[in-house]
Protein backbone atom coordinates (compact mmCIF):
# COMPACT_ATOMS: atom_id res chain seq x y z
CA UNK A 1 0.00 0.00 0.00
CA UNK A 2 2.73 2.35 0.74
CA UNK A 3 4.24 2.04 -2.49
CA UNK A 4 0.71 2.62 -4.09
CA UNK A 5 0.73 6.12 -1.90
CA UNK A 6 3.98 7.15 -3.26
CA UNK A 7 2.34 6.92 -6.79
CA UNK A 8 -0.75 8.65 -6.08
CA UNK A 9 1.81 11.39 -3.81
CA UNK A 10 4.17 11.86 -6.94
CA UNK A 11 0.92 12.77 -8.71
CA UNK A 12 0.09 15.52 -6.15
CA UNK A 13 3.01 16.75 -6.29
CA UNK A 14 2.80 17.21 -9.95
CA UNK A 15 -0.19 19.26 -9.45
CA UNK A 16 -3.11 16.74 -9.97
CA UNK A 17 -5.22 18.02 -6.81
CA UNK A 18 -8.03 15.24 -7.47
CA UNK A 19 -5.44 12.36 -6.96
CA UNK A 20 -5.37 13.51 -3.28
CA UNK A 21 -8.59 12.11 -2.40
CA UNK A 22 -7.68 8.99 -2.70
CA UNK A 23 -4.92 9.57 0.23
CA UNK A 24 -8.07 11.07 2.27
CA UNK A 25 -9.81 8.33 1.95
CA UNK A 26 -7.32 6.17 2.75
CA UNK A 27 -6.27 7.45 5.74
CA UNK A 28 -9.10 9.11 7.45
CA UNK A 29 -9.56 7.05 9.96
CA UNK A 30 -6.29 6.86 11.35
CA UNK A 31 -5.54 10.00 11.44
CA UNK A 32 -9.18 11.11 12.78
CA UNK A 33 -8.33 8.04 15.40
CA UNK A 34 -5.24 9.56 16.62
CA UNK A 35 -6.59 13.21 16.99
CA UNK A 36 -9.40 11.33 18.62
CA UNK A 37 -7.32 10.20 21.15
CA UNK A 38 -5.36 13.64 21.81
CA UNK A 39 -7.95 15.82 21.98
CA UNK A 40 -11.21 13.32 23.47
CA UNK A 41 -14.49 14.57 21.50
CA UNK A 42 -15.51 13.76 17.97
CA UNK A 43 -15.94 17.31 16.82
CA UNK A 44 -12.84 18.48 17.42
CA UNK A 45 -11.31 15.43 16.56
CA UNK A 46 -13.08 15.81 13.18
CA UNK A 47 -11.64 19.63 13.07
CA UNK A 48 -8.12 18.74 13.57
CA UNK A 49 -7.92 15.51 11.37
CA UNK A 50 -9.35 18.29 8.21
CA UNK A 51 -6.56 20.57 9.18
CA UNK A 52 -4.10 17.74 8.63
CA UNK A 53 -5.02 17.03 5.35
CA UNK A 54 -4.98 20.28 4.08
CA UNK A 55 -1.63 20.91 5.77
CA UNK A 56 -0.44 18.03 4.29
CA UNK A 57 -1.33 19.01 0.94
CA UNK A 58 -0.24 22.26 1.23
CA UNK A 59 3.20 21.04 2.02
CA UNK A 60 3.25 17.86 -0.27
CA UNK A 61 6.44 19.07 -1.95
CA UNK A 62 8.43 18.73 1.94
CA UNK A 63 7.64 15.38 2.08
CA UNK A 64 10.66 13.45 1.16
CA UNK A 65 9.76 10.35 -1.14
CA UNK A 66 12.34 8.02 0.64
CA UNK A 67 10.75 8.15 3.68
CA UNK A 68 7.53 6.75 5.02
CA UNK A 69 4.33 8.43 4.28
CA UNK A 70 2.23 7.76 6.87
CA UNK A 71 4.69 8.48 9.58
CA UNK A 72 5.25 12.10 8.18
CA UNK A 73 1.09 12.26 7.90
CA UNK A 74 1.24 11.09 11.78
CA UNK A 75 3.08 13.67 12.48
CA UNK A 76 1.68 16.62 10.93
CA UNK A 77 -1.72 15.14 13.01
CA UNK A 78 0.09 14.56 16.18
CA UNK A 79 1.31 18.49 16.13
CA UNK A 80 -2.06 19.93 14.95
CA UNK A 81 -3.34 18.57 18.33
CA UNK A 82 -0.83 19.11 20.70
CA UNK A 83 -1.05 22.74 19.54
CA UNK A 84 -4.60 22.64 19.78
CA UNK A 85 -4.45 21.73 23.57
CA UNK A 86 -1.81 23.88 24.00
CA UNK A 87 -4.04 27.28 22.76
CA UNK A 88 -7.17 25.70 24.81
CA UNK A 89 -6.70 26.02 28.54
CA UNK A 90 -3.19 24.96 29.96
CA UNK A 91 -3.85 21.46 31.63
CA UNK A 92 -2.08 22.58 34.80
CA UNK A 93 -3.52 20.31 37.15
CA UNK A 94 -3.31 16.89 34.99
CA UNK A 95 -0.08 17.81 33.59
CA UNK A 96 1.62 18.99 36.02
CA UNK A 97 4.71 16.70 36.89
CA UNK A 98 6.14 15.54 40.35
CA UNK A 99 9.34 15.52 40.48
CA UNK A 100 11.03 12.11 39.26
CA UNK A 101 8.04 10.54 38.53
CA UNK A 102 7.66 12.25 34.56
CA UNK A 103 4.35 13.59 35.17
CA UNK A 104 2.42 10.19 36.13
CA UNK A 105 2.24 9.75 39.83
CA UNK A 106 -0.64 12.76 40.24
CA UNK A 107 -3.06 11.09 37.67
CA UNK A 108 -2.12 7.53 39.05
CA UNK A 109 -2.90 9.00 42.90
CA UNK A 110 -6.55 9.75 41.64
CA UNK A 111 -8.83 7.28 42.07
CA UNK A 112 -10.75 5.37 39.69
CA UNK A 113 -14.13 6.65 40.55
CA UNK A 114 -16.21 6.33 37.34
CA UNK A 115 -17.58 2.25 37.37
CA UNK A 116 -19.19 1.14 34.53
CA UNK A 117 -22.53 0.07 34.63
CA UNK A 118 -23.57 -3.38 35.46
CA UNK A 119 -25.80 -4.06 31.63
CA UNK A 120 -23.48 -4.58 28.29
CA UNK A 121 -22.08 -1.72 27.09
CA UNK A 122 -22.59 -0.43 23.37
CA UNK A 123 -19.30 -0.16 21.14
CA UNK A 124 -19.26 3.42 21.21
CA UNK A 125 -20.36 3.39 24.82
CA UNK A 126 -17.67 1.70 25.55
CA UNK A 127 -14.84 3.62 23.29
CA UNK A 128 -16.51 6.88 25.16
CA UNK A 129 -15.50 5.70 28.78
CA UNK A 130 -12.21 4.09 27.66
CA UNK A 131 -11.60 7.90 25.86
CA UNK A 132 -12.46 9.31 29.06
CA UNK A 133 -10.11 7.15 31.15
CA UNK A 134 -7.25 8.45 28.44
CA UNK A 135 -7.92 12.20 29.36
CA UNK A 136 -6.78 11.27 32.20
CA UNK A 137 -3.51 11.16 31.30
CA UNK A 138 -1.26 14.17 30.64
CA UNK A 139 -0.63 15.14 26.75
CA UNK A 140 2.50 13.50 26.12
CA UNK A 141 1.18 9.81 27.12
CA UNK A 142 -1.95 10.34 24.83
CA UNK A 143 -0.06 11.12 21.97
CA UNK A 144 2.22 8.10 22.22
CA UNK A 145 -0.40 5.85 23.53
CA UNK A 146 -2.39 7.11 20.37
CA UNK A 147 0.43 6.05 18.06
CA UNK A 148 0.93 3.08 19.28
CA UNK A 149 -2.47 1.52 19.69
CA UNK A 150 -4.13 3.64 16.46
CA UNK A 151 -1.71 1.82 13.77
CA UNK A 152 0.62 -0.31 15.79
CA UNK A 153 3.27 1.66 14.90
CA UNK A 154 6.86 0.06 16.17
CA UNK A 155 8.54 2.60 19.13
CA UNK A 156 10.58 3.51 16.34
CA UNK A 157 7.96 5.14 14.26
CA UNK A 158 6.75 6.75 17.65
CA UNK A 159 10.30 8.18 18.69
CA UNK A 160 10.56 9.48 14.78
CA UNK A 161 6.72 11.20 14.82
CA UNK A 162 7.20 12.75 18.27
CA UNK A 163 10.96 13.37 18.03
CA UNK A 164 11.56 11.84 21.19
CA UNK A 165 14.16 9.38 22.24
CA UNK A 166 12.74 5.60 21.86
CA UNK A 167 13.41 4.74 25.49
CA UNK A 168 11.01 8.02 26.58
CA UNK A 169 8.34 6.21 24.10
CA UNK A 170 9.01 2.92 26.15
CA UNK A 171 8.69 4.43 29.49
CA UNK A 172 5.56 5.93 28.24
CA UNK A 173 3.75 3.24 26.83
CA UNK A 174 4.51 1.26 29.80
CA UNK A 175 3.74 3.48 32.14
CA UNK A 176 0.54 4.38 30.22
CA UNK A 177 -0.65 0.89 30.00
CA UNK A 178 -0.02 0.27 33.68
CA UNK A 179 -2.20 3.30 34.33
CA UNK A 180 -5.09 2.54 32.46
CA UNK A 181 -5.03 -1.12 33.35
CA UNK A 182 -5.90 0.58 36.98
CA UNK A 183 -8.89 2.09 35.29
CA UNK A 184 -9.81 -0.33 32.92
CA UNK A 185 -10.04 -2.99 35.23
CA UNK A 186 -14.03 -2.68 35.73
CA UNK A 187 -14.48 -2.98 31.69
CA UNK B 1 1.15 -7.36 43.90
CA UNK B 2 4.20 -8.27 45.74
CA UNK B 3 5.67 -9.35 42.84
CA UNK B 4 9.38 -8.33 41.43
CA UNK B 5 8.86 -5.52 39.34
CA UNK B 6 11.32 -7.24 36.83
CA UNK B 7 8.03 -9.65 35.56
CA UNK B 8 6.12 -6.31 34.92
CA UNK B 9 8.47 -4.79 33.04
CA UNK B 10 8.83 -8.39 30.98
CA UNK B 11 5.38 -8.55 30.52
CA UNK B 12 5.51 -4.66 29.49
CA UNK B 13 8.11 -6.33 26.78
CA UNK B 14 6.24 -9.01 25.94
CA UNK B 15 3.30 -6.60 24.49
CA UNK B 16 5.72 -4.43 23.02
CA UNK B 17 7.88 -7.74 21.15
CA UNK B 18 10.80 -6.89 22.29
CA UNK B 19 10.82 -9.50 24.43
CA UNK B 20 13.78 -12.50 23.92
CA UNK B 21 13.22 -16.24 23.82
CA UNK B 22 14.72 -16.97 27.24
CA UNK B 23 12.98 -13.92 28.73
CA UNK B 24 9.65 -15.38 27.52
CA UNK B 25 10.25 -18.77 29.12
CA UNK B 26 10.92 -17.28 32.54
CA UNK B 27 8.02 -14.79 32.56
CA UNK B 28 5.84 -17.93 31.31
CA UNK B 29 7.18 -20.03 34.38
CA UNK B 30 6.63 -17.45 36.32
CA UNK B 31 3.07 -17.14 35.45
CA UNK B 32 2.40 -20.60 36.12
CA UNK B 33 3.35 -20.54 39.61
CA UNK B 34 2.18 -16.98 40.34
CA UNK B 35 -1.51 -16.16 40.43
CA UNK B 36 -0.97 -11.89 41.11
CA UNK B 37 1.17 -12.05 38.08
CA UNK B 38 -0.91 -13.88 36.17
CA UNK B 39 -4.19 -11.53 37.02
CA UNK B 40 -1.67 -8.63 36.30
CA UNK B 41 -0.81 -9.53 32.80
CA UNK B 42 -4.44 -10.43 31.93
CA UNK B 43 -5.50 -6.95 33.09
CA UNK B 44 -2.57 -5.86 31.27
CA UNK B 45 -3.59 -7.69 28.01
CA UNK B 46 -7.06 -6.65 27.90
CA UNK B 47 -6.45 -3.10 28.04
CA UNK B 48 -4.57 -3.21 25.19
CA UNK B 49 -6.92 -5.05 23.29
CA UNK B 50 -9.47 -2.13 24.25
CA UNK B 51 -7.17 0.33 23.46
CA UNK B 52 -6.42 -1.23 20.05
CA UNK B 53 -10.27 -1.53 19.38
CA UNK B 54 -11.17 1.76 17.98
CA UNK B 55 -12.48 0.85 14.38
CA UNK B 56 -16.09 2.51 15.95
CA UNK B 57 -14.17 5.70 15.74
CA UNK B 58 -14.96 7.16 12.32
CA UNK B 59 -14.89 10.59 10.93
CA UNK B 60 -18.35 11.71 9.29
CA UNK B 61 -19.57 10.25 6.06
CA UNK B 62 -19.06 13.32 3.83
CA UNK B 63 -15.53 13.70 4.98
CA UNK B 64 -13.17 13.09 1.82
CA UNK B 65 -15.66 15.80 0.27
CA UNK B 66 -15.05 18.51 2.73
CA UNK B 67 -11.70 18.17 2.78
CA UNK B 68 -11.23 18.17 -1.19
CA UNK B 69 -13.60 21.30 -0.56
CA UNK B 70 -11.49 22.87 1.41
CA UNK B 71 -8.10 22.41 -0.77
CA UNK B 72 -6.73 25.67 -2.01
CA UNK B 73 -8.11 26.05 -5.44
CA UNK B 74 -4.95 26.37 -7.85
CA UNK B 75 -5.98 29.36 -10.25
CA UNK B 76 -6.25 28.01 -14.11
CA UNK B 77 -4.55 30.96 -15.35
CA UNK B 78 -1.43 30.46 -12.97
CA UNK B 79 -1.66 27.50 -14.13
CA UNK B 80 -1.74 27.54 -17.63
CA UNK B 81 1.18 29.95 -17.27
CA UNK B 82 3.65 27.64 -15.21
CA UNK B 83 2.72 24.89 -18.08
CA UNK B 84 3.92 27.58 -20.71
CA UNK B 85 7.17 27.96 -18.93
CA UNK B 86 7.56 24.21 -18.28
CA UNK B 87 6.93 23.68 -22.23
CA UNK B 88 8.50 26.06 -24.08
CA UNK B 89 8.94 24.48 -27.41
CA UNK B 90 5.60 23.06 -27.25
CA UNK B 91 4.13 26.86 -26.57
CA UNK B 92 6.24 27.24 -29.54
CA UNK B 93 5.39 24.83 -31.74
CA UNK B 94 1.74 25.50 -30.70
CA UNK B 95 2.11 29.04 -31.74
CA UNK B 96 3.91 28.12 -35.17
CA UNK B 97 1.14 26.40 -36.10
CA UNK B 98 -1.08 28.65 -34.90
CA UNK B 99 0.45 30.85 -37.89
CA UNK B 100 0.34 28.09 -39.80
CA UNK B 101 -3.95 27.54 -39.83
CA UNK B 102 -4.64 30.82 -39.87
CA UNK B 103 -2.09 31.90 -42.78
CA UNK B 104 -1.97 34.93 -41.34
CA UNK B 105 0.82 35.94 -43.84
CA UNK B 106 -0.86 35.11 -46.66
CA UNK B 107 -4.15 37.40 -45.69
CA UNK B 108 -1.94 40.36 -45.12
CA UNK B 109 -0.77 39.97 -49.04
CA UNK B 110 -3.89 38.84 -50.58
CA UNK B 111 -6.43 41.07 -48.78
CA UNK B 112 -5.49 44.70 -49.63
CA UNK B 113 -9.59 45.59 -49.80
CA UNK B 114 -10.97 47.85 -48.14
CA UNK B 115 -13.03 46.36 -46.04
CA UNK B 116 -15.05 46.92 -43.03
CA UNK B 117 -16.79 45.02 -39.88
CA UNK B 118 -19.80 46.64 -39.77
CA UNK B 119 -21.59 48.89 -42.92
CA UNK B 120 -24.90 49.68 -41.22
CA UNK B 121 -25.35 53.27 -42.03
CA UNK B 122 -21.74 53.96 -42.58
CA UNK B 123 -20.80 55.66 -45.44
CA UNK B 124 -17.66 55.02 -47.80
CA UNK B 125 -15.73 57.18 -49.40
CA UNK B 126 -12.77 56.57 -51.76
CA UNK B 127 -10.61 54.64 -49.41
CA UNK B 128 -12.16 55.68 -46.07
CA UNK B 129 -14.67 55.05 -43.57
CA UNK B 130 -17.44 57.59 -42.30
CA UNK B 131 -19.37 57.10 -38.95
CA UNK B 132 -21.40 60.27 -39.92
CA UNK B 133 -22.97 62.13 -37.38
CA UNK B 134 -25.60 60.86 -34.99
CA UNK B 135 -25.02 57.54 -35.71
CA UNK B 136 -23.85 54.93 -32.93
CA UNK B 137 -22.10 51.58 -34.00
CA UNK B 138 -22.51 49.03 -31.12
CA UNK B 139 -19.60 46.97 -30.86
CA UNK B 140 -15.92 46.57 -32.06
CA UNK B 141 -15.21 48.21 -35.58
CA UNK B 142 -12.50 46.62 -37.48
CA UNK B 143 -11.55 48.79 -41.00
CA UNK B 144 -9.16 47.27 -42.94
CA UNK B 145 -7.16 49.14 -45.79
CA UNK B 146 -8.70 52.04 -45.34
CA UNK B 147 -8.75 55.30 -43.50
CA UNK B 148 -11.58 56.00 -40.25
CA UNK B 149 -13.31 59.56 -39.71
CA UNK B 150 -15.69 59.13 -36.34
CA UNK B 151 -18.19 62.00 -36.69
CA UNK B 152 -21.04 60.05 -34.53
CA UNK B 153 -19.96 57.57 -31.67
CA UNK B 154 -18.60 54.13 -31.57
CA UNK B 155 -19.61 51.97 -29.04
CA UNK B 156 -16.92 49.50 -28.39
CA UNK B 157 -13.21 49.51 -29.90
CA UNK B 158 -11.37 50.33 -32.99
CA UNK B 159 -9.15 48.86 -34.98
CA UNK B 160 -7.75 49.87 -38.08
CA UNK B 161 -5.30 47.70 -39.96
CA UNK B 162 -3.33 49.54 -42.51
CA UNK B 163 -4.90 52.70 -42.29
CA UNK B 164 -5.59 55.89 -40.53
CA UNK B 165 -8.05 57.42 -38.22
CA UNK B 166 -8.67 60.48 -39.35
CA UNK B 167 -8.84 63.28 -36.60
CA UNK B 168 -10.72 66.21 -38.15
CA UNK B 169 -13.56 65.91 -35.65
CA UNK B 170 -13.73 64.09 -32.61
CA UNK B 171 -15.84 61.86 -32.76
CA UNK B 172 -16.67 59.28 -29.09
CA UNK B 173 -15.48 55.81 -29.14
CA UNK B 174 -16.21 53.99 -25.70
CA UNK B 175 -13.36 51.27 -25.72
CA UNK B 176 -9.83 51.68 -27.12
CA UNK B 177 -8.62 52.91 -30.51
CA UNK B 178 -5.57 50.42 -32.33
CA UNK B 179 -4.00 51.34 -35.58
CA UNK B 180 -2.43 48.06 -37.42
CA UNK B 181 -0.02 49.35 -40.03
CA UNK B 182 3.21 46.50 -39.85
CA UNK B 183 3.24 43.25 -40.47
CA UNK B 184 4.36 43.03 -36.98
CA UNK B 185 1.50 44.49 -35.66
CA UNK B 186 -0.76 42.78 -37.71
CA UNK B 187 0.35 39.57 -36.45
CA UNK B 188 0.84 40.87 -32.81
CA UNK B 189 -2.93 41.68 -32.75
CA UNK B 190 -3.45 38.40 -34.25
CA UNK B 191 -1.56 36.59 -31.48
CA UNK B 192 -3.61 38.76 -29.06
CA UNK B 193 -6.61 38.23 -30.39
CA UNK B 194 -5.71 34.00 -30.24
CA UNK B 195 -4.74 34.39 -27.06
CA UNK B 196 -7.63 36.08 -25.89
CA UNK B 197 -9.51 33.45 -27.27
CA UNK B 198 -7.55 30.80 -26.05
CA UNK B 199 -7.90 32.41 -22.52
CA UNK B 200 -11.36 32.87 -22.77
CA UNK B 201 -11.86 29.34 -23.95
CA UNK B 202 -9.68 27.80 -21.08
CA UNK B 203 -11.33 30.21 -18.44
CA UNK B 204 -14.65 28.23 -18.81
ZN1 LIG C 1 4.44 -12.87 40.38
Known amino acids: METKIKEIIKQVKKGDQSAFEDVVTFYQNKVYQICFRVIGNAHEAEDLAQETFIRAYVNIHSFDDKRKFSTWLYRIATNISIDRIRKKKPDYFLDAEVKGTDGLDMYSQLPAEQLLPEEEVESLELQSYIQQEIMQLPTKYRSVIALRFVDELSLAEISEILSIPVGTVKTRIHRGREALRKRLRRV | ?204
Open chain 2, 1 to 204: MSCNKQFINLMHKYLDGELTRTDENLLRSHLHSCQSCQKHFHELKRTTTLLKSSSELQPSSNFTEKVMASLPKEKKRVGYMRWFKAHPVITAAAIFFIFMFSSVFSAWDQDSQLSVSKDKNLIIQEDTVIVPEGVTVDGDLVVKNGNLKIDGSVNGNVVIINGEHLMASAGEISGEIEQVNQVFEWMWYHIKDITKNLFAFTNK
